[in-house]
């Protein structure tokens, strides 16, 4: 059974950090592109990180760039996200997301919320 679960998340004073796990389980993960994304309230979800199968090349939205870093641990078939300098508008569900074309597999998300 696949499976992707998110934890890491929870409230934060604006500055702070947060470290956030997706733990997957199922499939063999090392060859799937994993992603971040997040959703505000009233909004649409957007990407916010993403890294390659091996780990190089990670890309981020211009709204985290030198903020956030993504990274993966293909022997615990984790990624992860360390967001600093949080801000107000960081707050939302963040998801994980894996893709090997054609599988595409989501977490169930985790709450961030930033506000003092």
């Known amino acids: 059974q696949v499976q992707l679960v998110e934890s890491g998340g929870g409230l934060v004073q604006p500055g702070g950090s947060l470290r956030l796990a997706c733990s997957a389980s199922g499939f063999t993960c090392r060859r799937f592109r994993w992603s971040w994304y997040r959703q505000a309230p009233g909004k649409e979800r957007e990407m916010v990180a993403v890294?390659?199968?091996?780990?190089?090349?990670?890309n981020y939205a211009d709204s985290v760039k030198g903020r956030f870093t993504v990274s993966r641990d293909n022997a615990k078939n984790t990624l992860y996200l360390q967001m600093n300098s949080l801000k107000p508008e960081d707050t939302g569900v963040y998801y994980c997301?894996?893709?090997?074309?054609?599988?595409?597999?989501w977490g169930q998300g985790t709450q961030v919320t930033v506000s003092s």
């Open positions: 890294i390659s199968a091996g780990g190089e090349f990670p």
């Open positions: 997301k894996a893709i090997f074309t054609p599988n595409v597999y």
